[in-house]
């Protein structure tokens, strides 16, 4: 538990002190999106299928720590930094290593007791991780094109 509680001061004292490359409203709506994911995927998985969880088995407030202290910061740093103009190759890259931090998290949070199995297979993660990273980008991108749309119509 000390280990995710430091990992969150120390993943939401980056996002704050990053400097940001995208707008307050684009961090509060791909947050909230990312959160609404995560939420739907633990209902499914962790509550109906029971193949994995935070801590014990069904809902409890610990898991609150994981939701509002790690999924945040992360999704703010991760898209902060997606290299959107630069070549594929170069975003491949950026979500493969993001994919891999993720897999070192969850391997860490696994060891420490935060995070069990009871079902779920490692390479189920390998799977997720890059498409919940590409599924980020693209509601980010589609953030920024109504954002366009509705400055382009002078509201």
Do not use: C
């Not at 004292?13 to 791909?30: D, N, Q, V």
């Not at 962790?46 to 801590?55: A, C």
């Not at 696994?110 to 509601?139: A, R």
């Amino acid at each position: 538990m000390i280990f995710l509680i430091l990992l969150v001061i120390v993943f939401n004292l980056i996002a704050i002190l990053i400097p940001k490359r995208i707008s307050g409203i684009e961090i509060l709506t791909t947050t909230l999106f990312s959160l609404y994911l995560e939420t739907m995927a633990n209902v499914f998985l962790d509550l109906k299928y029971d193949l994995y969880g935070y801590f014990t088995k069904g809902v409890n407030w610990a898991s609150l720590l994981y939701v509002l202290g790690v999924y945040p910061p992360v999704n703010i740093v991760y898209l902060n930094y997606f290299p959107y103009k630069k070549q594929l190759l170069r975003k491949v890259v950026y979500i493969l290593l993001w994919s891999v931090f993720a897999y070192i998290f969850e391997f860490l949070f696994l060891k420490t007791g935060t995070f069990y199995y009871n079902g779920w297979k490692f390479w189920y993660s390998v799977i997720i991780y890059p498409l919940l990273y590409l599924i980020l980008v693209g509601f980010h991108k589609f953030v920024k094109y109504l954002l366009s749309r509705y400055q382009q119509q002078g509201n």
